[in-house]
């Protein structure tokens, strides 16, 4: 499985924007970028996914360098309930798994 | 629009027991994913079900095992309990397909004495 880089731990401040890098160096070309949270005492919950280009949704926006060896997910503004572990996994061909890795934590502050 | 549903919500057990957990899927979700999340881990993959067979498993011995009926509703089943067994586990549907996301359940908490 390729795998991802993610920094164990950041920190925000309440209504800021928060940038989460992930760096991917081994993706194919065929692997799709995922996001995935989760809130303390739930069950993960999806944010995004892109291929190659960058993608928004209600939740956040993904930036996907020209590369594709790394990634950014943007939460534009963040509220006390985007604080979670954030996942950045790799998803492709026939592997139709969710491999997690240790996330980030994000902390907001208010 | 019910999500994924899971049952029982907790579950404790002792060494050696069998347990059986259940899991019904979002609507029009015809997949299901069974993940093991052990305190401060990340979720470990356990074996995906599609059209009633299983389509991949990840790295669990054969105490695991589980089964989809035909409403794509699905089971998972552990045999001889250890503690180690101790742990979250969670139900995710999806459509096939690489690109999709996967929508998970709140899980069950299983508890080995």
């Known amino acids: 499985d390729a795998k991802t880089t993610q920094p164990n731990s950041m920190e925000s401040n309440e209504e800021e924007p928060v940038h989460l890098p992930c760096n991917h160096s081994?993706?194919?070309?065929?692997?799709?970028i995922h996001w995935y949270r989760q809130l303390p005492s739930q069950g993960p919950e999806y944010v995004i996914h892109?291929?190659?280009s960058n993608v928004n949704n209600r939740m956040a926006s993904l930036a996907i360098a020209e590369d594709r060896k790394s990634s950014t997910l943007i939460l534009h503004r963040a509220t006390l309930r985007d604080a979670a572990v954030y996942y950045c996994?790799?998803?492709?061909?026939?592997?139709?798994?969710?491999?997690f890795g240790k996330g980030t934590l994000l902390t907001v502050n208010p | 629009d019910a999500g994924v549903t899971q049952s029982p919500t907790h579950l404790i057990k002792t060494r050696g027991q069998q347990v059986t957990l259940r899991c019904s899927p979002k609507?029009?979700?015809?997949?299901v994913s069974w993940y093991q999340q052990a305190l401060g881990q990340g979720p470990q993959f356990i074996f995906q079900?599609?059209?009633?067979?299983?389509?991949q498993r990840g790295n669990f011995p054969d105490r695991f095992s589980g089964h989809q009926f035909p409403n794509y509703s699905s089971e998972l089943n552990v045999n001889a309990l250890l503690l180690g067994d101790s742990a979250l586990y969670l139900c995710?549907?999806?459509?096939?397909?690489?690109?999709?996301?996967?929508?998970f359940g709140p899980g069950t908490r299983l508890t080995v004495l």
């Open positions: 892109g291929l190659t």
């Open positions: 996994i790799l998803v492709g061909g026939s592997n139709y798994k969710l491999t």
């Open positions: 079900y599609y059209e009633e067979e299983e389509r």
């Open positions: 995710a549907s999806s459509f096939p397909g690489t690109g999709n996301e996967q929508f």
């Open positions: 081994t993706i194919s070309g065929t692997d799709y």
């Open positions: 609507s029009g979700h015809d997949t």
